[in-house]
Each structure stands twice: as C-alpha cells, then as structure tokens.
C-alpha cells in the first residue's frame, strides 16, 4: 500500500477540510501551551496535528461510526514520515477524542501502548479543539492561555457561534482525568454587530465556500435548539429553530445558480419544506399562547371566571402541540434526515469545493443575485387599510425573502447594504406583527365552547391598527426611490471584476 501524507489522506477521504484545518490549527496552539507542563517532545507536536486533520477522516465512509472508521483508515494507510509506534499512538489519539473516552481505555489500541496516559494526554488536547470548532464553521479563535496556581485558563474569541465554549468545556473530562490541573474557558466579549453573519464570510471566499458555511451556521442552530422545542418549556426554541430551518431552505434556493443538480438533492428541501410546515400549527399557537400571556386581564369581575377557563382550555391545546412537535423532531424518520443533511454539509459539499476548476467569488454572485431578486420590490402592491389578510401576508412572505437574501449577502457587500437588510427587517417584522393579530382575530371568532372575553378581542385589534400604521411606515422606507437607486448603484460597482484568489489543492 502507497504511503501518504495525512494532507492527502485528508483530501481522499472526502473528509471536511476547512474543520479538520482549523482544528489542528488550534492543536497546535494548544501544544505550545501545554508542552512544558506535559513534558511532550516535538515529535508530539506532530501527531497531534496528524491528528487534529484526521480526527475525522472516517466520516464520509461511516457517519455513524466515523471515529471506529477513521482509526480503521490510520491503521491501514502507511503514514510518510511516521514510524510504527508513532501511527499506533495516533490511532489511540484519535479513537479517545469523543466525550464517552471510557470504553476506549479497555480497546486494544490503547492497551498494547508503551504509555497510554501519553496518547490521553495529547487526546485531551484534541477533544478541546474539536469542541471549539463544534460549529464547524471556523470562527473561534484562541487569544492567549494563562495557567495560575492549578487552574489553565482559555482566552477565546468566537466571531459568530456563542456555543464553542459550552461544547469545548463538555469535552474536557478526559483532560481532567490525565492533568493535574483545573481547566476553564473565558470569552473575549465580541463586539457589537447588526451584521448577523459578520465573522463567516470572507470577500475571498468562492460561492460554493460560503454556501456551505452558511447551511452549516443554520444546521448548527437548528440541532442546538432540538431539545429546547421538545420540551417546549420556552417557545423561543421552536422559533429559532423553525427560523434556521427556514433560512436553511433559502439558501438551496439563493445558490442555486451554482450548485449542480447532483450537488443539490431535493430530498433536503423537501425535508426542510415538510419540517417547516408541520411545525407551522405548533409555532403559531406558541405566538398566540405568549400573546395571551402578555394580554391585560379583564377589568370586570364577572369576566374572571371566563378568563381561566378560556386561558386553562388554550394552554391544553398547546401543551398537546408541544408532545406533537416534540414527537416530530424526535421520529426517526427527522433524525435520518439530519443524519444526511449532516453528511451533505460535511462531506459532499466539501469534496465539491475542492473539485472546482473555475469558482465563482461571493461578492459577485451575491450582487447578482440581489440585484436581480430586488426587482421583486417594484411589484409589491402598496399597503393600506384596504389590503386584505392575505394580500399583506403574501407581502410579508416577499419582503422576508428579501430579507434572508440581503443577510446572506451583506458581510461581503457595500456597507448600504446593512441599512437595507434593516430596512427589510423592519418591514418584515411589522407585517408579522400585523399578520399575527389577523391570526389572532380568526382563531377568536372559532373559538365556540371557551370563548374569551370581548376585551381580548378588542386588545388585539388596537394592536393591529397600531401594527397596521408601523408597516406602512417600514414600506414606505424599504420602497423610497432614492433609496433603491442608491442601492442599484451599490451592486452595480460591486459588479465589477473582483480578484479571486485560487484554490490551491495541495496544501492546507
């Protein structure tokens, strides 16, 4: 068997570059930190950064069971420059950097080591970079590492997921278990952004590149928020989630002037598209059960009693929307589509990446895209009083695409284009307002056994009236000609020839 660099071995085994790149990046400075206080040698140095590119490498032959094949690869595949016992001390590395380390430590790779607690040592380096990368989309960095007394504190700064922290700290029980020493985490406080994407894009990224760190952002918050909407004790998960879902679904349609159709199964879509409408009832309901939380309880005494029965009638029906929702999210049937949601964004659009001869820059493709998507605004029919329900939610449903779109495109284009995506925002959230309230004002007038008192109904529509004038207002902003021609002019100049620089396959 040919011999191979683990580079090579990384790019033939379709695994995530970008993610394997960054994390032995981080291994790196983790080593550096810890050396001296470990006693590792420089030949360390270089199997834990073996190791960080190929923690993963088994993942596009067994996601399931991607760590069992990934050692099976390093076991087979001759390393150059490693010797025997160096690749068995790699492979040990690799199998213990899941959470559960436990079952390994009885594994034959582990046992038949000169030093096993050395291989735990360096795989507990491994389990804290892999954690903080666990968005996978390469925004945390390592600012500085203090160690004081028995404590090592870890100085971090993530661009864009709070998460990396969380799961870089579930992942340092076996570092607890091989150092003599307490490990914490401390983040450096970002700064403020209106841009929602703002530390993911780059303006040197292809099309393809931002594609998949895009899903992958709105994959991440949707698994993140599965627990939370299963137990339904907050509605803000299932917002979030479903929002995710829904920006997941824009984005196949916001690229897919790129994507091939090998390359864009309609099994995610539809997945998506079905996940999305069967949590619509369940997520709509939490924005009326919030609603009437939040409503002034009647002023007359007489109206109490139908007050709680009307609220204790309303809560029933979402607490079985919940077990319904929940039921959903746990099938078997979503969590095989995850799987291969997972396995497209880790693997296929990865392989494509690296496949692409002539790649087209984000900048402008993005200013393309909007350009052309924006012409949707000059057909918008005005708002007023004598809009309809469903007019206004048709209209809604335009200006939220808008939105996503103009988020997807606004870290790498002109800076007007953040006071357009706040624009679209405004508007969008004032026609939810609105449609809300329209929502609100059908599910009353159905309600026969437990009817709620006049006065909720009156509440709801003062505030539609109110919700009425304000996406009026934001319409009028979003639609002002001048401000449209200044957007035009915008994507015009970032039309013109960009620099990209090449894709180099042969090195990292």
Same mark, same amino acid.
């Given at each position: 068997?040919?011999?191979?660099?683990?580079?090579?071995? !990384?790019?033939?085994?379709?695994?995530?570059?970008?993610?394997?790149?960054?994390?032995?990046?981080?291994?790196?400075?983790?080593?550096?930190?810890?050396?001296?206080?470990?006693?590792?040698?420089?030949?360390?140095?270089?199997?834990?950064?073996?190791?960080?590119?190929?923690?993963?490498?088994?993942?596009?032959?067994?996601?399931?069971?991607?760590?069992?094949?990934?050692?099976?690869?390093?076991?087979?595949?001759?390393?150059?420059?490693?010797?025997?016992?160096?690749?068995?001390?790699?492979?040990?590395?690799?199998?213990?950097? $899941?959470?559960?380390?436990?079952?390994?430590?009885? =594994?034959?790779?582990?046992?038949?080591?000169?030093?096993?607690?050395?291989? /735990?040592?360096?795989?507990?380096?491994?389990?804290?970079?892999?954690?903080?990368?666990?968005?996978?989309?390469?925004?945390?960095?390592?600012?500085?590492?203090?160690? %004081?007394?028995?404590?090592?504190?870890?100085?971090?700064?993530?661009?864009?997921?709070?998460?990396?922290?969380?799961?870089?700290?579930?992942?340092?029980?076996?570092?607890?278990?091989?150092?003599?020493?307490?490990?914490?985490?401390?983040?450096?406080?970002?700064?403020?952004?209106?841009?929602?994407?703002?530390?993911?894009?780059?303006?040197?990224?292809?099309?393809?590149?931002?594609?998949?760190?895009?899903?992958?952002?709105?994959?991440?918050?949707?698994?993140?928020?599965?627990? +939370?909407?299963?137990? +339904?004790?907050?509605?803000?998960?299932?917002?979030?989630? %479903?929002?995710?879902? %829904? %920006?997941?679904? /824009?984005?196949?349609?916001?690229?897919?002037?790129?994507?091939?159709?090998?390359?864009?199964?309609?099994?995610? =879509?539809?997945?998506?598209?079905?996940?999305?409408?069967?949590?619509?009832?369940? $997520?709509?309901?939490?924005?009326?059960?919030?609603?009437?939380?939040?409503?002034?309880?009647?002023?007359?005494?007489?109206?109490?009693?139908?007050?709680?029965?009307?609220?204790?009638?309303?809560?029933?029906?979402?607490? !079985?929307?919940?077990?319904?929702? +929940?039921?959903?999210?746990?099938?078997?049937?979503?969590?095989?589509?995850?799987?291969?949601?997972?396995?497209?964004?880790?693997?296929? !659009?990865?392989? !494509?990446?690296?496949?692409?001869?002539?790649?087209?820059?984000?900048?402008?493709?993005?200013? #393309?895209?909007?350009?052309? #998507?924006?012409?949707?605004?000059?057909?918008?029919?005005?708002?007023?009083?004598?809009?309809?329900?469903?007019?206004?939610?048709?209209?809604?449903?335009?200006?939220?695409?808008?939105?996503?779109?103009?988020?997807?495109?606004?870290?790498?284009?002109?800076?007007?284009?953040?006071?357009?995506? $706040?624009?679209?925002?405004?508007?969008?959230?004032?026609? +939810?307002?609105?449609?809300?309230?329209?929502?609100?004002?059908?599910?009353?007038? $159905?309600?026969?056994?437990?009817?709620?008192?006049?006065?909720?109904?009156?509440?709801?529509?003062?505030?539609?009236?109110?919700?009425?004038?304000?996406?009026?207002?934001?319409?009028?902003?979003?639609?002002?000609?001048?401000?449209?021609?200044?957007?035009?002019?915008?994507? =015009?100049?970032?039309?013109?020839?960009?620099?990209?620089?090449?894709?180099?396959?042969?090195?990292?």
């Amino acid at each position: 068997m040919k011999t191979a660099t683990p580079e090579q071995l !990384l790019r033939k085994n379709r695994a995530e570059h970008e993610h394997a790149r960054h994390v032995a990046h981080l291994c790196d400075t983790l080593f550096d930190a810890f050396a001296e206080y470990a006693h590792f040698t420089p030949g360390d140095k270089k199997i834990l950064h073996a190791a960080g590119l190929l923690h993963d490498v088994g993942y596009a032959s067994n996601p399931a069971k991607h760590v069992e094949a990934s050692v099976r690869i390093l076991q087979q595949t001759p390393l150059r420059g490693f010797t025997k016992n160096q690749r068995e001390i790699l492979a040990a590395v690799v199998y213990l950097h $899941r959470r559960n380390y436990k079952p390994i430590l009885k =594994r034959n790779e582990l046992t038949r080591l000169t030093n096993p607690i050395h291989a /735990m040592q360096l795989a507990a380096l491994l389990c804290i970079a892999d954690g903080l990368d666990h968005s996978h989309v390469q925004d945390c960095t390592i600012q500085r590492i203090t160690h %004081r007394k028995n404590t090592f504190t870890i100085w971090i700064h993530s661009a864009w997921y709070p998460g990396n922290a969380t799961w870089a700290l579930a992942k340092t029980a076996l570092f607890s278990a091989v150092f003599d020493a307490e490990l914490q985490f401390r983040e450096k406080k970002r700064a403020p952004s209106s841009m929602r994407y703002h530390g993911l894009l780059q303006p040197d990224d292809t099309a393809l590149e931002s594609f998949r760190t895009l899903l992958y952002s709105q994959y991440r918050i949707y698994i993140d928020n599965l627990e +939370g909407a299963c137990e +339904g004790a907050d509605s803000r998960y299932l917002h979030d989630l %479903r929002v995710a879902l %829904r %920006r997941a679904r /824009m984005l196949f349609t916001w690229f897919k002037p790129i994507l091939r159709e090998e390359s864009l199964p309609q099994t995610h =879509r539809l997945f998506l598209t079905t996940l999305i409408r069967d949590l619509g009832h369940a $997520r709509d309901f939490q924005v009326w059960i919030d609603f009437i939380r939040s409503a002034p309880r009647p002023i007359k005494p007489s109206d109490q009693k139908k007050w709680r029965a009307f609220c204790e009638a309303e809560s029933k029906k979402n607490r !079985l929307l919940i077990r319904e929702s +929940g039921k959903l999210l746990k099938a078997p049937a979503t969590t095989r589509n995850n799987r291969s949601l997972a396995h497209y964004l880790r693997s296929t !659009l990865p392989a !494509l990446t690296q496949a692409q001869t002539d790649p087209e820059g984000v900048i402008p493709f993005s200013a #393309r895209q909007l350009k052309r #998507r924006l012409k949707q605004l000059t057909r918008l029919p005005a708002l007023s009083t004598s809009t309809t329900p469903a007019q206004a939610h048709e209209i809604r449903k335009t200006i939220r695409k808008l939105r996503y779109y103009a988020e997807f495109a606004e870290p790498i284009l002109p800076p007007v284009i953040a006071e357009l995506t $706040r624009r679209l925002k405004k508007a969008a959230d004032a026609l +939810g307002d609105l449609h809300d309230m329209d929502v609100h004002i059908a599910r009353i007038k $159905r309600l026969k056994k437990t009817p709620p008192p006049a006065a909720l109904l009156q509440t709801i529509q003062a505030n539609r009236e109110k919700h009425q004038k304000d996406a009026q207002t934001a319409c009028r902003r979003l639609l002002d000609p001048d401000f449209q021609r200044t957007i035009q002019a915008a994507l =015009r100049r970032a039309l013109r020839p960009h620099r990209m620089r090449p894709i180099n396959k042969t090195t990292a």
